[in-house]
């Protein structure tokens, strides 16, 4: 099993405005959350997920405790807080990009501590952290504790997944990432959060600096560009994207990491010892997966991730 760890929101789409009334604005609420859609995304592709978080007990936390279970997602490793859920105000761009505005102070998910952190059996494989959890207290410091703690058990993946409207401090921002880095076997990070975080500094650099702790791969996506990874011995390449015709981007680095970890996890690589082995050719074999259940999810509207039999 792999425990997702950070948050779970609602995200509010903005409606395109039909009746003309300046006053109105119509908005479609879909369950989300960089760690919760990578939660779906595992179960969707036939991998055993259970999701970390502090979860509120309002209408909307409830429902996204409903969406847990009917995607069957373990839910045992849920806190539940008399606080609210988190709000994200999302605008899609022209290109399909989102832009989000967050509504997340005193929410349920920011509220963890290291005193409610779980034990783990042998059960779980490996853990998963990213986005703004890993830059707002007290979550922050719990979960760099639940790392720290764990890096040397079983595996760590990382995504940054930067959004500064809920932490807009880029140094803040840079400490974090730099901490959890340390402890992380596998970074997946986007070309625009690197250009966010480091913008006087390529993104070979980055990577080499990463892979000086315990990383063994760093791997970069490049959205229509498709994706590039970076590696101690084999040194560093890139695969394209798959063509599709895109309805927004939404979802689609989630679905990436998903998809990073299913494929290890079919082929029983999903250790850090066993990292440093795999080929290249194994590697670019992940990467080729993983673009292609991305690019599934850019043909949908909404975080809306790919089931297994659908990525080929």
């Known amino acids: 099993m792999y425990l997702v760890c950070g948050e779970a929101l609602f995200d ?20 989300g959350g ?63 990009s989102p832009h989000y505005s967050f509504r997340g102070e005193g929410c ?18 490996g853990l998963h952290v990213g986005s703004f959890s890993l830059v707002v207290q007290p979550v922050a410091d ?65 990577a080499k600096g990463w892979l000086t702790h315990h990383c063994q791969l760093v791997i970069m996506t490049r959205g229509r560009q498709g994706a590039s990874i970076f590696t101690r011995e084999l040194g560093s390449w890139s695969v394209p994207a798959r063509e599709v015709k895109t309805a927004d981007t939404v979802g689609a680095g989630d679905t990436f990491q998903a998809a990073l970890i299913t494929f290890l996890t079919e082929r029983g690589l999903d250790t850090p010892a066993n990292l440093p082995t795999l080929s290249r050719e194994t590697l670019t074999q992940m990467l080729d997966f993983a673009v292609a259940a991305a690019a599934l999810t850019c043909t949908r509207v909404g975080p809306d991730l790919p089931y297994r039999d659908q990525v080929v």
């Open 142 to 206: 719990a979960l760099l504790a639940l790392v720290q703690r764990e890096s040397g058990k079983r595996l760590i993946t990382y995504d940054p997944n930067v959004r500064l409207n809920p932490a807009p401090s880029i140094e803040l921002w840079r400490s974090q990432v730099a901490k959890f880095a340390e402890h992380a076997h596998i970074i997946k990070v986007s070309d625009e959060d690197l250009g966010l975080l480091y913008p006087d500094v390529d993104a070979e650099t980055v």
């Open 108 to 125: 349920a998910d920011r509220l963890l501590t290291v005193e409610q952190l779980p034990e783990l059996d042998d059960s779980v494989r």
């Open 34 to 96: 960089s760690p919760f859609n990578v939660a779906v995304g595992l179960r969707r592709l036939g991998v055993e997920a259970g999701f970390f978080a502090g979860i509120s007990t309002d209408y909307l936390g409830k429902r996204l405790a409903t969406v847990l279970q009917e995607e069957g997602v373990r839910e045992d490793f849920l806190i539940h807080f008399d606080a609210p859920t988190t709000l994200a105000m999302v605008a899609v761009g022209a290109d399909g």
């Open 12 to 31: 509010f789409f903005s409606q395109p405005d039909s009746n003309g009334q300046s006053n109105r604005v119509g908005f479609q609420a879909v369950a």
